[in-house]
C-alpha cells in the first residue's frame, strides 16, 4: 500500500493488504510487513490445525475486528497517553472463528466457555500467538479486550 503520514504518531508506512491466506479474514485492512507475516503464519500453522484436531471442522473464517486506527492505548490508565500498536498498522484484533460445520467460536461468548474442546482450542490458539507477536493481549488482560484477542508485532513480549 502506498505510504501515508497522518502526523501525530499515526502512519501507514511498509503496510500491505492481505488478500488471501487461505482462510478468509474480515474487518482486516492495512497491516505493516511484520504484522502481515506473523499474522498469516499464525492463522495457518496454529488456529487451522487447531480447529480441525481439536474441534473437529476446518477453518472457514476469521472475524478480526481492525487493524489500523489512530487512537491511543485503551484500557491502561499507565498507557494512555501513548499511542496504540494500531496506530501504526502494527496489531490487529481478532473476535473470532467461523468453522465449515456452522460454529462461530468468539472471544466475547468463549473464553471461559464450559466446553472443554473450545476451551482448549482457544487456550492453544492464545499460547501460540504469545510465541508469534510481542504483545498478546486477551480478556485476561483487562475488560476493554473482554471481545477480542489484541495481536502485536511489537517485540515486547507481553502476554496475557
Not at 478480526?64 to 491502561?76: E, F, M, P
Request: glycine share 12%.
Amino acid at each position: 500500500m502506498a505510504d501515508q503520514d497522518f502526523g501525530g504518531g499515526c502512519a501507514l508506512l511498509g503496510t500491505v493488504r492481505l488478500v488471501d491466506i487461505g482462510v478468509p479474514m474480515t474487518g482486516l485492512k492495512a497491516l505493516r510487513c511484520g504484522e502481515a507475516r506473523a499474522l498469516t503464519g499464525w492463522v495457518r500453522n496454529a488456529v487451522a490445525p487447531a480447529a480441525y484436531q481439536m474441534l473437529g471442522s476446518e477453518l472457514a473464517r476469521v472475524d478480526g475486528l481492525g487493524t489500523y486506527a489512530c487512537r491511543n492505548v485503551i484500557g491502561s490508565a499507565a498507557a494512555s497517553g501513548r499511542r496504540s500498536g494500531h496506530a501504526i498498522a502494527n496489531a490487529a484484533d481478532i473476535g473470532g472463528f467461523v468453522l465449515k460445520d456452522g460454529r462461530r467460536i468468539t472471544i466475547a461468548a468463549d473464553w471461559a466457555s464450559p466446553d472443554l474442546q473450545v476451551h482448549g482450542f482457544l487456550d492453544a490458539i492464545h499460547r501460540s500467538a504469545c510465541r508469534r507477536f510481542g504483545t498478546v493481549l486477551s480478556p485476561d488482560y483487562n475488560a476493554a479486550h473482554h471481545d477480542h484477542l489484541h495481536l502485536e508485532d511489537d517485540h515486547v513480549g507481553f502476554c496475557r
